[in-house]
């Protein structure tokens, strides 16, 4: 144990953090987990597979090693490895292993990744947070949205703040390649040219840096089936394997379009039970989101009656998994802005009546905003007319109507047209 904690943090003996380990700096989602850093409370990060949450924890470990923070000071432990003993006692190994090596004084740093492997694990985090106090800080991942559940929360309420990682966003991935964004107007063929890279290959951190299609394809292949046994498969003991990557297939297939679970259920010969509870898994391991109707009535917006829009977390993913046959530009920029639209924390559904809107965004002050994909430039009359129809419905709630396209940028009748690939520039803030 003690060579193997020296293997996991090499700024022990040469006090900074390898350029191997930090990679390409991503500061849109380091910086808003340093700010958490002098707080009490747990850091939890979550997100899918490979987004890059392993990365993301040496370049906080970095800031803190360029800040003054004694590097003996930090503990940092992958709980993803093939270890025989799963129970909480490696985590008692692992601390106290590290006190027997260092022993600083002072607050120490606790960076424990992809946590949800070992049974129990916040039974021994709530002991030792509460036991230490300030004195450590505890910063840990996962790739499941099970580590929010009930249980756990009623077991670290007050103690635990979440975060969760994406993909790449369009301005990562620029700075992913390598191109410096300094004036959208004049650089208005260059974004372009990247965007439609972005678009259909997605922005995992690995598939960004290589170049070899074939290399990309076999490694976003490898990533689904990762997420499908490893998370779902072998963690939730499910027997029908076969129906459920037939599943996961249909989802990601049919990003975008309206699904009821009755549809899907004799689509592919499972009981609604069953369907109903296989999205939940897809969905707890950030593969797939599912986008309910938007009613100011929880209990309208929830109905089993209405059909879910499902979208999946990565362009390039749902290609590699996806049956589909021709290219379909239109919901890849649909999936796009709405992974934009979660990864900029906000509150999504969407509206139908006599004609759709695809996102409705719930404001903080309980204003809306309609939101329209359309990649095009010669724009629908439909479009235009759902949005219109949406603020007839919900008159004075209605703070701003937008219309996202492919290249076309004005403002007309009360509705913002912008292109795609310059909203995704946008700060979000």
Request: net charge neutral; glycine share 4%; with cysteine.
């Amino acid at each position: 144990m003690k060579e193997t904690l020296k293997l996991w943090n090499p700024w022990w003996l040469y006090a900074k953090v390898p350029e191997s380990k930090k990679r390409i700096a991503r500061p849109e989602t380091v910086d808003g987990i340093i700010k958490l850093l002098n707080i009490k409370e747990i850091i939890c990060i979550t997100g899918v597979r490979r987004c890059g949450k392993s990365t993301v924890l040496y370049q906080v470990i970095d800031h803190l090693v360029e800040n003054g923070i004694n590097p003996m000071s930090i503990l940092y432990f992958n709980l993803d490895e093939p270890f025989e003993d799963k129970s909480i006692r490696i985590l008692d190994r692992i601390f106290e292993n590290y006190i027997e090596i260092n022993n600083p004084a002072g607050r120490k740093y606790i960076f424990l990744d992809e946590i949800q492997n070992i049974e129990n694990w916040e039974k021994w985090l709530k002991k030792y947070y509460d036991l230490y106090d300030r004195d450590i800080k505890f910063i840990i991942t996962g790739s499941n949205s099970t580590m929010l559940s009930d249980k756990l929360s009623s077991l670290l309420t007050g103690r635990l703040i979440s975060k969760t990682v994406y993909p790449l966003s369009f301005k990562e991935y620029l700075a992913f390649i390598g191109f410096e964004l300094k004036d959208t107007d004049v650089q208005k063929s260059e974004v372009i040219h990247h965007f439609l890279n972005y678009l259909n290959n997605g922005g995992f951190p690995e598939v960004v840096l290589e170049m070899d299609v074939d290399i990309n394809h076999m490694r976003l292949k490898e990533y689904f089936d990762s997420i499908l046994l490893r998370d779902i498969v072998v963690g939730k003991n499910i027997r029908e394997s076969s129906k459920l990557i037939e599943l996961a297939n249909y989802s990601l297939t049919n990003i975008s379009a309206l699904l009821s679970y009755m549809k899907i259920s004799k689509t592919i010969g499972l009981s609604v039970s069953s369907i109903k509870e296989y999205l939940l898994y897809l969905e707890q391991a950030y593969l797939i989101y599912q986008l309910n109707f938007f009613s100011y009535s929880i209990k309208t917006s929830l109905a089993i009656q209405k059909p879910r829009k499902i979208y999946c977390i990565d362009n390039g993913l749902r290609n590699a998994a996806s049956f589909k046959f021709s290219p379909d530009e239109g919901k890849l920029a649909e999936n796009i802005t709405f992974i934009e639209l979660k990864r900029r924390r906000l509150d999504v559904y969407y509206w139908k009546g006599r004609r759709g809107v695809d996102f409705v965004v719930r404001n903080k002050d309980n204003s809306l905003t309609g939101v329209n994909v359309t990649y095009s430039d010669v724009i629908g009359e439909r479009e235009i007319k759902a949005l219109l129809e949406f603020k007839e419905n919900f008159q004075e709630r209605v703070s701003e109507l937008i219309l996202i396209t492919r290249n076309v940028e004005k403002t007309e009748n009360g509705i913002t047209y912008v292109p795609v690939w310059k909203w995704l520039l946008e700060s979000g803030e």
